[in-house]
Structures are given as C-alpha cells and as structure tokens.
C-alpha cells in the first residue's frame, strides 16, 4: 500500500499553491466570515463530495453528513447543526441528498447485525417499509427496490426534519427554510431533484396566512 497520508499533505500543498495563493482574496474573505447560502445534509460516503459534484467553492454550503443521510430526532448534533446554520447563519435553504449504490441504504435492505449501525439504520424503518409496499406492487429486482428505498429514504428524512420543533415552528409562521431532496448518481455524476423546494417558503407564508385570518374571525 502507498502511503495515503503523505499523500493527502502532497496534495494540501499542490492545493496552496495551485488554487489557494492564486484565489488568496476570495480565501481570505471567507476565512474572516462564514456566509454559506445552503445546509447541506448527506451520506458519509467516501464517493460523495457536495462540493465537486455541484462545482460549488469552498464557503458555499454548511455540511452535515452521515450514514444514509438520516434525520434524527434525538440526534443533539444536527439539531445543534439545523440551529447554527438556520437561525444564525440565516441560511434559507436545506438539501437532503441521497445517492445511488449506498451501502447504507444496502443495509437498510438486507439487515445488520453491528449495534451502533443497526441502531442507526433503524430511524430508516419508515422507508423500507414504502420501498417494500412498492417493490411488492411492481414486482421490482433487488436493484430496482434498492433504487425505489434510496428515494423513499430522502423523502422519510425530509419529514423528518420538517418535524423537528425548530424547522416547524419556523414553517407555521411562513419563514424559511426551503427545503429540497436531491439523488446523487455516482455512476454519472448526475443530481435528480426529487423534491424541488424552491416553492416552500411561499406555502409556508401562505399557510400562515390562512392561519392568522381563522384566528382573527373566531
């Protein structure tokens, strides 16, 4: 085996003097203020990087990430995440991203038998139960239903952040954040939006709206 850790210092200093020196006032901007515009929350997946795959710069997005994307209730550090980047890094737009081929969603499938990972894909079991619904009516592959429950497992971690006292109680007085849920396919390196947020905040304000006229005609 080579060696990986000389390598990645080899490669922080082609970094320096390849892009950082050359770009130095963009660095040196965000390095005296963070002011990222999206949250990102994806897999932990060694294939996956937010950033290559949207061609973003560093200081564009607020990251959160790992094992099959999950959003968990009585997860203490993306809630931590959700309030820093939400209420004071005034970011106003969330993405859930799932990608193909992942061995989480592989798991969530077949079962484990490890404690922390079987306890973790378990906040997945809403998921596997709509994949196993739909797989039954289509009469779907494996490879087919491993497809069918990487989406539907977004989507369960978009109602589950929906449902999170922080992000609901913003919603229901018509504020932002919107929320999305993208695919990312590592075998083309293409996005699919699944779940095109861009027109949350103005369900929400409407949605508040209609709420403060029913109280005021009580």
Known sequence: MGDTIGELLTGNAKFVSGEFL?????YRTIAAKQTPQVLWIGCSDSRVSEHQM????????????????????????????????????????????????CGGIAAIED???ENYIADWLCIATGAKESANRIAA???LSREEKLAVLTEENVKLQIKHL?????????????RLPRIHGWLYRVETGSIDVLIDGRDDGGKTRRAAGKKSKAARRR
Do not use: W
């Open 22 to 26: 050359p770009n130095e006032d963009y």
């Open 54 to 101: 949207t061609g973003s710069k560093p200081g564009t997005m607020f990251v959160h990430r790992n094992v099959a994307n999950i959003v968990a209730f009585n997860d203490v550090n993306i809630s931590a995440i959700l309030e820093y980047g939400v209420v004071h890094l005034k970011i106003q737009d969330i993405i859930v991203c799932g990608h193909t081929r």
């Open 111 to 113: 079962g484990v038998h």
């Open 162 to 174: 929906k449902n999170l006292a922080l992000i609901r109680n913003m919603h229901a007085k018509g």
């Open 137 to 139: 009516e289509r009469k």
